[in-house]
């Protein structure tokens, strides 16, 4: 089955910062890559996504990449602020419909 | 907006009582997901439901655990038997269909004593 690696666990950077977090999977049959933000005690919230069919997706700060040849796919955040400070995970989705989750990566944003 | 919702948020129970979770997904949605999530760990798949058929059971998922999606609208997990193991946040997601974003409810959360 499908396999997701995540990497760093742990990331703190200074307010205005960029931040990357990068994700490997293994199932060549995955095609749809959300990320999410998952603040203390709240719901895992999806903050971008993209699919197989594109090579990198914008939003405001976000930023995703996907490199299906390498299997794997990052997350890019500029201008990082106090408030982006959350647990963000990686998941692929694909041939076993359903998603399969990285083990996150804590971002610490300092003021 | 009517996100996902789920009851209760929080539950506490003795070892060996039955619990059961309600999901209500974003309306029109098709698939229903649960996935169980640890501390510091990521949301575990346990199963799923296209319209009221369950398509898939994680092997997680033991014969003390029995999910439910009459009518192909809400959906019940029921946990029978409570472990202390089964301490965790119950997430429950769905998506318009196979391969559309998904979108988590706010969890609930259950504490076995």
């Known amino acids: 089955g499908e396999n997701v690696e995540q990497h760093p666990s742990t990331l703190s950077v200074q307010e205005g910062d960029s931040a990357v977090i990068k994700c490997t999977y293994s199932d060549s049959a ?17 903050i971008i996504d993209i699919r197989s069919n594109v090579g990198e997706k914008k939003d405001q700060r976000i930023a995703v990449t996907l490199n299906k040849t390498a299997k794997h796919f990052s997350l890019h955040i500029t ?17 076993s419909e359903k998603l399969v989750f990285g083990k996150g990566m804590k971002l610490t944003v300092n003021p | 907006d009517t996100g996902v919702s789920q009851d209760p948020r929080h539950k506490i129970t003795k070892r060996g009582q039955n619990v059961t979770f309600r999901c209500d997904p974003i309306s029109e949605h098709n698939r229903l997901y649960w996935y169980r999530q640890t501390l510091g760990q990521g949301p575990e798949f346990l199963t799923y439901f296209q319209n009221e058929a369950q398509l898939e059971k994680s092997r997680l998922l033991s014969d003390r655990f029995s999910a439910e999606r009459p009518k192909g609208s809400f959906s019940t997990l029921e946990i029978q038997r409570t472990e ?15 391969g559309r974003s998904i979108y988590f409810g706010e969890g609930s959360w259950l504490t076995v004593v």
């Open chain 1, 30 to 46: 995955s095609n749809y890559f959300p990320w999410y933000k998952q603040e203390l005690g709240k719901r895992p919230q999806l």
């Open chain 1, 79 to 95: 201008e990082t602020q106090p408030e982006d400070s959350a647990v963000y995970f990686c998941a692929a989705y694909g041939g």
């Open chain 2, 84 to 98: 202390q193991g089964d301490s965790a946040m119950y997430l429950c997601a769905s998506s318009l269909d196979r």
